[in-house]
């Protein structure tokens, strides 16, 4: 059963425009999500995270929308530049369970020229 | 900076072989994980540890045990490696202070298993 979802395997966007990368969980539990970035042949990268007591966190050019009725949770990347090429994971954690983080499976984005 | 290294990035083993793969992390966090990561099934939990000489198994911890014997280093261990475990494992660590589950991950070992 999986908690996290990542229906998007892989999202092609053009050099400068947005990048909107989605992720749906089931467990209303989960009060604390983050997207890591991973590029090939390296480890996941933390990137942001948000807490279930907002519904946005921004970060440069990376800001995290959380709607909890919905139990959706995005990441856009504006502009988005050619080194955020990578695989995405968003992630949930229920803090008052445990430390652990279920993961969803992962979009590539590709960002064309 | 956080830092966590693993002891190889690649390995070659052969079927039956016994494996051990190193994490070591320098900021003295409780709690280390193993993940492998597969194409298409994302990050998959092996085994947490939440202190010395503690471990709690994940989702998938069938043909792995794990050995933690000092706060810095977490050890997985494949007692006979099989083909369906060649993978991309991964180690991660993470603190307890704050209660914030943010974890940093190492480099990840690619291991095969012939």
């Known amino acids: 059963d999986q908690q996290v979802k990542q229906n998007s395997p892989s999202l092609s966007v053009q050099e400068g425009r947005i990048s909107i990368l989605n992720c749906d969980y089931t467990?209303?539990?989960?009060?604390?999500f983050l997207w890591y970035k991973k590029y090939p042949a390296e480890g996941p990268t933390f990137l942001i995270s948000?807490?279930?007591?907002?519904d946005k966190n921004e970060d440069g050019r990376f800001t995290v929308f959380l709607n909890k009725s919905a139990k959706h949770l995005s990441l856009h990347i504006v502009p988005s530049q050619p080194g955020d090429s990578a695989v995405y994971f968003c992630?949930?954690?229920?803090?008052?369970?445990?430390?652990?983080?279920?993961f969803g499976k992962g979009t590539r984005l590709h960002i064309l020229p | 900076d956080v830092k966590v290294t693993q002891s190889s990035r690649y390995l070659v083993k052969r079927t039956g072989e016994k494996v051990f793969l190193e994490c070591v992390q320098d900021?003295?966090?409780?709690?280390m994980f193993w993940y492998r990561q597969d194409p298409g099934l994302g990050l998959r939990l092996i085994y947490f540890?939440?202190?010395?000489?503690?471990?709690e198994k994940g989702d998938i911890p069938e043909g792995y045990s794990v050995s933690r014997e000092k706060k810095e280093r977490f050890s997985l261990i494949l007692e006979s490696a099989s083909t369906n475990q060649t993978s991309m494992y991964l180690c991660?660590?993470?603190?307890?202070?704050?209660?914030?589950?943010?974890?940093?991950f190492g480099p990840g070992t690619r291991l095969t298993v012939l």
């Open positions: 948000i807490s279930s007591i907002k």
């Open positions: 540890s939440y202190d010395v000489k503690m471990k």
């Open positions: 467990n209303s539990m989960f009060d604390y």
């Open positions: 991660a660590s993470s603190s307890l202070a704050g209660g914030a589950d943010t974890q940093y």
């Open positions: 900021m003295d966090h409780e709690n």
């Open positions: 992630a949930a954690s229920d803090r008052n369970r445990d430390d652990k983080i279920i």
